[in-house]
């Protein structure tokens, strides 16, 4: 039930003559819910003759706003957003496992392609889930007959219960004093160099397993790549990518097959064999620290990817599906840290101590002079919320696919084709741009000059909100 003034509030909005063009400005923005508001007008002009073909003023809309997306990725803060986003994500991904679209050639579903997982070290004993689709599902750590029932501080090292992932308890320690919090925090800041040693150290491992040197090897062999950082519910990241081997470009062909003589399940097994030997030493925090020298955790798994794959059912082997892989993948493009950090009960404390623990280090880190322009740990107290993991969330290499730039302009393209359409045709309808033939697409140039004033951020009152949320419900249902 809705508090009596924002009843008021949406009374007042269904009330007024201008109800239909406020809906149209909740749909354009694709039902986002924190739109950005801003006011002010702008001109397209045909650059050849000068001539102004339209004019547009907030003036003209409802309340004399207009609304734009806030284009958050993150699901948590807006699904619309975050939904146009994975999708962009997923697009990207699948352009460069499968080809056939987005400027990448077909031929690419041929290259050997592997689907990598790298995790972090066990840092102490943390509740586990049962595996998804088990009806029975497993305990969460049994009682062993080593005899080691209780940890130093006392307290049991096993757990019979069977955790569901929506728990509480899952990524929580069995012991707190137990678990290495300090070097947990230390893994997180170096991972990102973890991986770019992983990439280097698996370009090394092509080299000698082809005989050649690593210049020989480049003339022959690339590696592209694209992959997403996902939080863990114990707080740690782990790796998700998908790694492809091309040939050098050349001048007729941006994705020109490998020479080489073996496929992905040769290259599955280089990825295991490269990310186990890779190695970062950490600087420690200061004098009373201690260097760490880090690794990937033990749990390293590399699946083949290939067309031929059960796209339905992965789990009975013989490799991925690019569609499903590429799925997969987009999914982690909308979460962040803050997704854990939301939790209740004992697995967000265990978060909150991570934070807490991370701010002393920083500290710690200051004042021995290591978050200095020069320092390495330059920065660490700005990612504090990103639980002490300073790298981006995706990335990929230049010529794995296409770029998240390129497809939001064919969007933008798109739009403003139906706009001139709908302009043409002189009402709302709207004639779909594709259908023309070349000549008409050939349009002259156009500059768009405007002006405009940021105004602020979500709908203007809460009923506007509430009654942009129904609509978006309304927008999934259909």
Known sequence: MLPASVRDQVHDRLSRPDLGRWLGQVEQVGHCAHPIRVTGCSDTIDATTGVVLASYSSGSEPDGITYLRCGNRRRAVCPSCSFQYQGD??????????????????????????????????????????????SGGRRCRPRSGDGRKVCPH????????????????????????????????????????????????LRRQLARHLGISEAACRRRVRVQFAKVAEFQRRGLVHFHALIRLDGPPTATEDYPPPRIGFGADTLAELVETAAGMVSCEAAPVDAQDVPRLLRFGRQVDARPVHDQADRDHPEQGGGLHPETVSAYVAKYATKAAADVLDGTGSAGRHLVQLRQVLGRLVVRATIAGLTGADGPYKGWGRWVD??????????????????????????????????????????????????????????????????????????????DAALAAASAARARDD
């Open 89 to 134: 994500v997923f697009h990207l991904i699948m352009a460069g496992a499968a080809g056939g679209s987005k400027d990448v050639p077909a031929s690419v579903v041929t290259h050997p392609l592997v689907f990598a997982t790298l995790t972090a070290p066990s840092f102490g004993l943390v509740h586990a889930a049962k595996k998804p689709g088990r």
């Open 154 to 201: 006392g307290r049991p090292r096993w757990c019979m219960a069977v955790h569901q992932h929506t728990d509480p308890l899952v990524g929580d320690p069995l012991c707190v004093d137990c678990y290495d919090y300090h070097a947990q925090l230390v893994w997180q800041w170096w991972a990102p160099e973890l991986w770019r040693r992983f990439t280097i150290t």
């Open 386 to 463: 990103m639980l002490g993991f300073r790298g981006h969330f995706a990335t990929k290499s230049r010529r794995y696919s296409t770029t998240l730039g390129r497809l939001r302009q064919v969007r933008r393209d798109y739009t403003r084709r139906r706009h001139l359409d709908r302009q043409r045709a002189g009402d709302d309808s709207a004639a779909g741009w594709a259908d023309r033939d070349d000549q008409d697409q050939a349009e002259p140039t156009t500059l768009v000059i405007g002006s405009w004033r940021f105004a602020g951020i979500g709908w203007l009152t809460t009923g």
